[in-house]
Structure formats: C-alpha cells, structure tokens
C-alpha cells in the first residue's frame, strides 16, 4: 500500500507542510531537503522506498515549498535548532518515536542538531551536500544574504543550478525548485548556517552514519576536511564517494544512492 498524504501542522507562526508515503505500519524513514529546495526534491525517492516497505516522510522545511510563513518573516526564527524542532514537532504529531533519517545539505545539518537532544529518535542517519562543521568568515556571513536579495530569484536559481549538476535535466529540475522558494527566508537561514559545528553530536551518535559525497559537488566539498579528519577512524561512520553526482547526488545518480541508503538503513 503506497498512498500519498499531504499533511499540515501549525507551529510558531509557521505552516509546516509535509508529505507521506506508504503505509504508516511501516518503517519510518525522513528525507530532508536543504536550504532554497523542497520536498519535490524527493519524490521519486520516496515513493520508491515506499515499494520497499518504509513509510516516508518528506517535510517542507519552514518558509520552502508549501509550509507558509503565517506572520512577517522579520518576526520568526530561522536558526537550526528551531528548523529541527520542526521536524521534532512533525514525528510526534505522526507518533513516530524513531525514525531513520537521510538529509541533503541543510536537511543533513537538520539531522545532525537532532543527534544532540533527540539521538533516540534517529534509527541511522545519512547525508549527502553536508558538512557537519562550517566556519564562514564574518565578512561571508554578512555578505551572502545581503547578495541574495542584490541578484534577486531569478538570477540565484539559475546560478545555483548551474552549482549544482552538471546534468541539464537535473539543472531543470534544481532551477525550478530553486526558483519557487522565498528568497527572503533563504537570506534569513543563509546567516544561521555560516558558522556551526555538530561533529561532537556526530561523534556521540553511535549508530549508522551514512556520508554521501558527491564527486562533483561544488558547494560543499572544499569543507569536508574538519568533519573527515575527525569521523572517518570511527567505526559506525561510512563514507561513500558518488561519481559524477553534485550537490544534489539524489537527481544525478538515484540509483546508486538509494542502493546505499538501502544497505545502510539494514545495519540497524
């Protein structure tokens, strides 16, 4: 049984959108999506882990796809612990106790905040476009919001889909993902996320760790260094290398990442 359910909670001024897949008797299994996406992103994903016996739950994170902002943006919060609560509130609205959970980019640093205060309620996690430590400089920090509002959404969708894949079907498909979001929030959360660092959550978290890399991610590769050079001698954390994928390794190689993601959710 494979139904789909869009679903809604209200939360802090927020429209929390999120969908379902498959049968809720089955596995629970979260798929996050990072900063400017949404959870169309995930679709042909979910519904294939939904043949293969997990219920799905795929989020709109606050102020991206269909979760709408219920009160002015100024007046809200974006940092992580807050888009993390979210989910929280999603899996106990659900009454999922324990989920597995697979992030991209900031749909990973999502997981990783939850590995602090929420460790039992993750089953494995993986993550694919996400570093687990970032340190922007100051000046960054300031200045991207401040250019993504300059160049304004048509010209950031197309420059972050070009970023992102090489593909151009999968460009397509990014760019109009990346086209529909709110750039305003997109700014807000872009300063929240220039400078974290959730290794020691990584490092306490003693079950399966999946890293995804995409061979040709632009975006986050260059930041890997302080997260591999203190997980990669741990014995529960598995690094995989996905050739010829970028920044969103679900578009531009599904097979071999849902394969992975299949062998790590078995070592539960």
């Known amino acids: 049984m494979n139904d789909r359910a869009k679903n809604f909670i209200e939360r802090k001024g927020h429209h929390i959108a999120f969908t379902t897949y498959g049968d809720k008797s089955d596995l629970p299994l979260v798929i996050c999506h990072g900063l400017a996406a949404n959870g169309t992103q995930f679709i042909s994903d979910a519904e294939y882990f939904a043949q293969q016996g997990f219920y799905v ?3 709109d994170l606050r102020g991206h796809g269909q979760s709408q902002l219920l009160v002015d943006p100024n007046l809200l919060e974006f940092s992580i612990p807050e888009l993390a609560s979210d989910v929280i509130a999603v899996l106990d609205h659900m009454g999922l106790d324990q989920v597995h959970f697979v992030g991209n980019s900031l749909g990973g640093v999502i997981g990783l905040q939850l590995m602090g205060e929420h460790s039992n309620r993750l089953a494995t996690f993986a993550s694919f476009g996400t570093a687990y430590a970032l340190n922007s400089s100051p000046i960054a920090i300031w200045l991207l919001p401040r250019m993504l509002k300059l160049l304004g959404s048509r010209i950031v969708a197309a420059m972050g889909a070009k970023s992102t894949s090489d ?4 460009q397509a498909i990014v760019h ?8 305003q929030v997109v700014a807000r959360i872009s300063a929240e996320i220039g400078k974290y660092d959730l290794i020691d959550n990584a490092i306490a978290f003693k079950k399966p760790l999946l890293m995804l890399r995409g061979a040709k991610d632009k975006t986050v590769n260059s930041e890997l260094g302080p997260t591999l050079e203190r997980m990669h001698a741990l014995e529960n954390f598995k690094l995989v290398e996905i050739e010829n994928a970028g920044h969103c390794a679900n578009l531009d190689a599904p097979d071999l990442v849902r394969s992975e993601l299949l062998k790590h959710f078995a070592k539960a």
């Open 176 to 183: 109009k993902i990346y086209a529909e979001s709110n750039l």
């Open 167 to 170: 593909n151009p079907d999968v």
């Open 57 to 59: 739950i795929v989020p």
